[in-house]
């Protein structure tokens, strides 16, 4: 079959998917019903998580040159700041939440897209499916009319909270509405506001949310009604002023608005991210509410954990089991979402003023420990995102008497299923973020040296290396060492990481020999401490990889 993946939707999630398909030499066809795309600017925060994706794609500098960096949060009681969280203790060394419109993200990403040559087909609308143990059959309608049956191997839809494919599919979703009514407004506004910070506003005349956007005093504001109350026909500036003045208590001018809207919070989620052949990812898989702005950055990670698992079985490397995890992955990931954003919109829109009190005072208390400043910035960011029940990811204990304190760092440390550390790592040319040095197209497996290595143990590594590069070609291997430079024993430079001061092998608890296997989307797939690569390879052998030794039956464990 000629085309591998039919991706319906050319949202960010759909563009995402089919850059990073693409990246790994997918055939791929990208068609959405829209004839342009939209203009508006929607969803503006775009966390940390999302920007180390961003990186690997090559984009990320282009996405900050264009946005404005957020370092902060602040909290108010009837004008008066109760609360600050700074961003910039975000464990990521894209310590911040980037301001950038959706159109300006989907922009970059259309760049990249085509420049990897998937031409995105506009005014495409996809109507109806069939599919069968091999593949799927679309049904799409061209703007003169023509319908076009189009056989493909897989279908992923990304086609937004109504999403045709979902419906095609079957895929039941369940949805639940929040009782409240919000407008927004994004506009140029002059007021004493840090502009390098979000602030949202308590007041017994209602809530206000104010984000600072690219452009030089441009924000974007939002404010909450009660649930039955009609929404204004037109509000213009002057509404906006008024409505800014009374809840926050500062004087607030708003001319030149570009974009004026109103919307209610309806959050969805399906049943089942997939069935046989079509999945569905971003607001077709879950719609959630924009307080917190995870939407579209949970989206955006929906298409990055399937990219690498869809070019995985496509390329004949792993077994289509292989597939089940991503609705064991990413459903958990969307409900407990839904569960933060709905919590967070009642949060903001309570009526109660005995509870608005209880609420700010919880609010002043609990930011003031930096503990709970840290845990705040890396959620809202994503970092604490982790799939530690995954069927596909695991870890082997070996606790030695011997080295009873290694043992037990090791294994109260890092888990398999969390996100990756990146840190710092010294390569044979220059300093580099470890994240720099991983492939995004392979999964990356690093042997770590520990503190006390025997220097003669560094060829076993270096065998290892070669073997199981050999045998599974997706798998690319690093040697780190806890060393400032490389040993006169070995000769295999290209993949030897130098950690001279120790910080790398800390962060991941490698103070004894140990190995990481670090998937294509930088979650930990599988650990263990020691280099038993029989531990490793009874691990591949569970989920169903292939080696090169055998390629078309999965070993039996």
């Known amino acids: 079959m000629s085309l591998d993946v039919l991706i319906v939707g050319a949202g960010p999630t759909g563009l995402l998917l089919a850059a990073q398909l693409a990246r790994f030499g997918i055939k791929v066809r990208l068609v959405d019903q829209k004839p342009q795309p939209d203009h508006q600017s929607r969803a503006i925060s775009v966390f940390a998580r999302t920007l180390e994706i961003f990186d690997k794609l090559g984009v990320a500098e282009e996405m900050i040159k264009r946005g404005r960096q957020l370092q902060g949060i602040n909290l108010y009681t009837d004008g008066k700041r109760i ?7 975000i464990d990521s060394f894209f310590p911040f939440v980037l301001s950038l419109p959706q159109s300006e993200t989907e922009k970059i990403l259309t760049q990249l897209v085509e420049s990897l040559g998937v031409k995105i087909e506009r005014d495409v609308t996809f109507t109806a499916l069939e599919q069968d143990n091999d593949s799927v059959t679309a049904t799409l309608w061209h703007p003169d009319g023509e319908e076009e049956h189009c ?3 897989w ?6 909270a109504r999403s045709a494919v979902r419906k095609a599919a079957s895929l039941v979703d369940k949805s639940n509405n929040i009782p409240a009514l919000f407008l927004l407004a994004d506009a140029k506004t002059h007021w004493q506001l840090e502009k390098n910070e979000f602030h949202v506003f308590f007041s017994s005349k209602g809530e206000l949310a104010a984000f600072p956007l690219p452009q030089d005093n441009y924000w974007r504001v939002i404010l909450d009604f009660p649930a039955d109350t009609e929404a204004p026909s037109n509000p213009d500036v002057k509404f906006f002023e008024q409505q800014s003045r009374e809840r926050t208590h500062l004087q607030a001018s708003f001319n030149q608005p570009e974009w004026i809207s109103s919307f209610r919070v309806r959050q969805r989620i399906v049943n089942k991210c997939r069935t046989g052949r079509v999945f569905v990812a971003g607001d077709a898989l879950a719609s959630h509410s924009p307080v917190g702005g995870q939407g579209m950055n949970t989206g955006l990670q929906d298409a990055y954990n399937l990219a690498w698992k869809l070019a995985l079985v496509i390329q004949n490397q792993a077994s289509t089991d292989l597939l089940h995890s991503y609705q064991a992955e990413r459903e958990p990931i969307s409900k407990s979402l839904l569960t933060f954003t709905e919590l967070a919109t009642r949060g903001v829109i309570l009526s109660n003023p005995i509870i608005k009190q209880i609420r700010s005072y919880l609010a002043s208390f609990l930011t003031s420990f930096g503990s709970v400043q840290q845990f705040i910035a890396n959620t809202l960011s994503e970092l604490n995102i982790n799939y530690a ?3 596909i990811v695991g870890e082997d204990k070996n606790f030695s008497l011997t080295s009873l304190i290694d043992s037990l760092r090791f294994r109260y440390g890092l888990k398999a299923g969390e996100r990756a550390p990146d840190v710092m790592i010294e390569t044979v040319n220059a300093s580099k973020r470890l994240y ?5 197209l392979k999964h990356n497996l690093l042997l770590f040296g520990g503190l006390d290595t025997k220097k003669e143990n560094y060829t076993r590594f270096i065998q290892i290396a070669k073997e199981i590069e050999e045998q599974y070609p997706y798998i690319k291997v690093h040697l780190i060492l806890w060393e400032s430079q490389i040993p006169d024993i070995l000769d295999w430079h290209q993949l030897i990481l130098l950690d001279p001061k120790g910080k790398c092998h800390q962060r991941y608890r490698a103070f004894s020999e140990c190995l990481y296997l670090i ?6 797939g599988y650990r263990y401490q020691g280099t038993d690569v029989s531990k ?22």
Do not use: W
């Open 155 to 160: 279908l992923v839809g990304c086609d937004g």
């Open 151 to 153: 056989p493909c191997a």
């Open 389 to 391: 029940h995954s069927p």
């Open 83 to 89: 609360a600050h969280v700074s961003l910039d203790n």
């Open 519 to 524: 998937r294509p989307d930088f979650y930990i």
């Open 536 to 557: 490793l390879i009874m691990h591949l052998q569970k989920i169903n990889f292939f080696s090169i030794s055998n390629k078309t039956i999965p070993l039996e464990v």
């Open 436 to 440: 720099q040095v991983l492939s995004d």
